[in-house]
């Protein structure tokens, strides 16, 4: 029987983590302190693999659902999305590095020190 939005609020912690499965691979994990994690669990190259989701109530039951959805997808194509997403943030991590302003800030450091000292102040 799939989850609901009531059944996820009263899960009580127990002394042990407590596995509330939805469908298709979803789960909600209860630790101990309280923390609700959504997980997904896929088969990817034979193995058995786990994603991270998101925690409850910042992502809802609507929201897992549908990251699960995603996660599917990139399955069936062939694609771990555990790899994808660490690519993803990789990717990001390179665009900012990479910005005008930090390649801006880099220049203006290697460059103002030999110049007046006037020269590198900025007028209202």
């Known amino acids: ?12 912690p127990g002394t042990k983590p407590i ?25 990817f190259d034979g193995k058995e693999k786990l994603l991270s989701l998101g925690v409850y109530p910042d992502v809802s039951l609507k ?30 991590a390179d665009l900012i590095a990479n910005s005008f302003e930090v390649v801006a800030r880099e220049w203006f450091t290697k460059y103002s020190a030999t110049w007046a000292k006037n020269h590198g102040v900025s007028i209202p």
């Open 63 to 92: 929201d897992a659902r549908e990251r699960r959805d995603e996660a599917r997808k990139l399955v069936a194509n062939g694609v771990n999305p555990s790899e994808n997403r660490k690519i993803q943030k990789s990717a990001r």
């Open 19 to 43: 596995k509330l499965f939805d469908e298709r691979g979803l789960f909600l994990l209860v630790t101990p302190t309280g923390g609700k994690w959504w997980r997904f669990r896929f088969m």
């Open 1 to 12: 029987m799939p989850l609901t939005d009531t059944s996820i609020r009263n899960a009580k």
